[in-house]
């Protein structure tokens, strides 16, 4: 009989639509926040809560690595300055 | 009494599921998508909606810079072209 | 008359309110995560799941494109060494 359950599966529906326009208009607020942190000398450090995704030297040097997740450190003999692009997934 | 609002309990256990569910699966879907461009000359910005994560230059250049958090910027002389890698967080 | 569909109302109401914390809570868990790798050579892919955000090379050579949205290859002759920072977005 079609009619058993009614209101469940009218509330089901309900509860389907209603979720789904909600999920979809949240997820579009997620976004990759990026900053940028130079210093001289040849480390530096993002702000906590971001990760470095690349990392810039000085003396045209691309000889770098990355440190604890967090730090850029370039490699090349008298690096005058460092600098990480540091990024995290936040809502914006 | 524990009978005190059975229906409403009943609605929100069913709007927990359901969300828990939905939820998870779109997550699922959220992705870091990236994309390359490069350009000749010393500058190159990234298609609208994505933000650089690093940068490459000609002439073995490691010295970069992000500018207006869109554009990768090549510092060093003479450089004959610039690339970005691109990404943001999307729905795939 | 606004008492016009009132149980709808009601459960609305309820799933709304449901949702925002769900999703909200969710998504704090959302984040950019990173790892390194590196390889002798020019060449070098990130673990799957996972796209490269930038690259890094020997010889101090600041000269790389991404190949097939996964490895770091580094373009400067007699490369000893290449590194890719391979990042994704996933649940933690």
Same mark, same amino acid.
């Given at each position: 009989?079609?009619?058993?359950?009614?209101?469940?599966?009218?509330?089901?529906? *309900?509860?389907?639509?209603?979720?789904?326009? *909600?999920?979809?208009?949240?997820?579009?607020?997620?976004?990759?926040?990026?900053?940028?942190?130079?210093?001289?000398?040849?480390?530096?450090?993002?702000?906590?809560?971001?990760?470095?995704?690349?990392?810039?030297?000085?003396?045209?040097?691309?000889?770098?690595?990355?440190?604890?997740?967090?730090?850029?450190?370039?490699?090349?003999?008298?690096?005058?300055?460092?600098?990480?692009?540091?990024?995290?997934?936040?809502?914006?």
């Amino acid at each position: 009989d079609h009619h058993e359950c009614a209101v469940d599966s009218v509330i089901n529906q *309900k509860i389907q639509a209603a979720i789904d326009s *909600k999920v979809s208009a949240a997820l579009k607020n997620v976004q990759l926040i990026c900053v940028d942190v130079s210093a001289r000398g040849a480390d530096v450090t993002c702000p906590s809560g971001y990760k470095p995704t690349g990392c810039a030297c000085g003396m045209a040097c691309g000889s770098w690595d990355i440190r604890g997740n967090t730090a850029c450190h370039c490699q090349c003999a008298n690096i005058d300055w460092t600098a990480a692009r540091c990024c995290q997934v936040g809502l914006q």
